[in-house]
């Protein structure tokens, strides 16, 4: 069985904060990740996605990876209340589908 | 680019009657799309893939009689949920995979209401 795991919050941030969400994921054989935000009531948008070891920037987001560690995290910089979401960790092996998390709640407060 | 397309966006039908979903891929080609479903406050569930050509791979659990994947081209996939339940409703999402990536986008999702 192939998991990912998230906390699913909720993870409340203060305005112009930091948000930091992590993902842990249970096969080493792995080579993909991806980030996907989802709106109350609306599909999963991709975000980011990241292959190798280290950080990933894309304007206030930032994907961090560790493979050794099988980690994979999201940081959000300067959080605004329209990045209140729930975003899902998302792993795939070059095989197959994705193998999603539960997802984890960020709610960004003014 | 990568724009996923699907319609109808919601549906109500009535108990006992079929509905199609459809799938697609607008400016790139798929040959493996994916059909998930989501009931309120819950997780993606993945119900099976979808691929050009061939039968679809049901996930355990996933009634392949009563959701019916068709996709005839290399842009289309078509759900059918065969004499609907209320237990049916729910919100169906797809995504379709560029080929030659593991990169999944997914459609707006379509809300069906079965009464």
């Known amino acids: 069985q192939k998991e990912v795991e998230q906390n699913s919050g909720p993870l409340s941030v203060p305005e112009g904060a930091i948000a930091s969400l992590n993902c842990t994921y249970s096969?080493?054989?792995?080579?993909?990740f991806f980030w996907y935000r989802q709106y109350s009531g609306k599909s999963p948008e991709l975000i980011m996605f990241?292959?190798?070891?280290g950080d990933k920037e894309d304007g206030r987001f930032t994907a961090q990876l560790n493979k050794a560690s099988q980690y994979v995290s999201l940081l959000i910089r300067d959080s605004q209340p329209s990045d209140s979401a729930t975003y899902l960790c998302?792993?795939?092996?070059?095989?197959?589908?994705?193998?999603f998390g539960k997802g984890t709640s960020l709610l960004v407060t003014p | 680019g990568a724009v996923v397309s699907q319609h109808p966006s919601w549906v109500i039908c009535k108990s006992g009657t079929s509905v199609k979903i459809e799938c697609r891929s607008l400016d790139f080609q798929a040959t493996t799309m994916f059909w998930y479903r989501q009931f309120p406050k819950q997780s993606l569930m993945l119900m099976a893939t979808s691929n050009e050509g061939s039968k679809a791979t049901y996930e355990q659990g996933v009634e392949k009689d009563k959701f019916l994947i068709n996709h005839a081209s290399l842009t289309l996939s078509t759900l059918t949920v065969t004499s609907a339940h209320p237990e049916d409703s729910s919100f169906y999402i797809c995504?379709?995979?560029?080929?030659?990536?593991?990169?999944?986008?997914f459609g707006p999702g379509t809300r069906l209401t079965v009464l």
């Open positions: 096969d080493r054989g792995s080579q993909s």
């Open positions: 990241i292959y190798s070891n």
């Open positions: 995504s379709a995979r560029p080929d030659g990536t593991d990169t999944q986008y």
């Open positions: 998302a792993v795939g092996d070059s095989g197959y589908a994705l193998n």
